[in-house]
Nanobody, 124 residues
Framework: VQLVESGGGLVQPGGSLRLSCTGSVFPAEDDYIIGWFRQAPGKEREGVSCVSRHDGGYYYLDSAKGRFSISADYAHNIVVLQMKGLKPEDTAVYYC?????????????????WGQGTQVTVSS
């Protein structure tokens, strides 16, 4: 099982980035969730967004609502986090993670599979 993130980089405040998570995680018939987390220096890793293959359910961190959008292409094993209106406080290493469960959760302890992360820096 391998998850690979891409799309991070340096962007000015107000800018946009598109993060992608690719990889074969579970058989197509399984229920699973894919989550995006982030960790800023000196802070705990927090759940940013999640999408459920079971029912298409999702969640967003309050500070991400209205700015971030998650989408999934299960046929190609890609989950995308589109980020707009980026702020300096969004600066962090962003990770995608997967778990064999039906419904989304922000609790990182449920996630068994993690990518290596991609750096997002929002700065002028």
């Amino acid at each position: 099982v391998q998850l690979v993130e891409s799309g991070g980089g340096l962007v000015q405040p107000g800018g946009s980035l598109r993060l992608s998570c690719t990889g074969s995680v579970f058989p197509a018939e399984d229920d699973y969730i894919i989550g995006w987390f982030r960790q800023a220096p000196g802070k705990e890793r927090e759940g940013v967004s999640c999408v459920s293959r079971h029912d298409g359910g999702y969640y967003y961190l309050d500070s991400a609502k209205g700015r971030f959008s998650i989408s999934a292409d299960y046929a190609h094993n890609i989950v995308v986090l589109q980020m707009k209106g980026l702020k300096p406080e969004d600066t962090a290493v962003y990770y995608c993670a997967a778990a064999r469960r039906s419904f989304c959760t922000q609790d990182r302890s449920f996630y068994n599979y993690w990518g290596q992360g991609t750096q997002v820096t929002v700065s002028s």
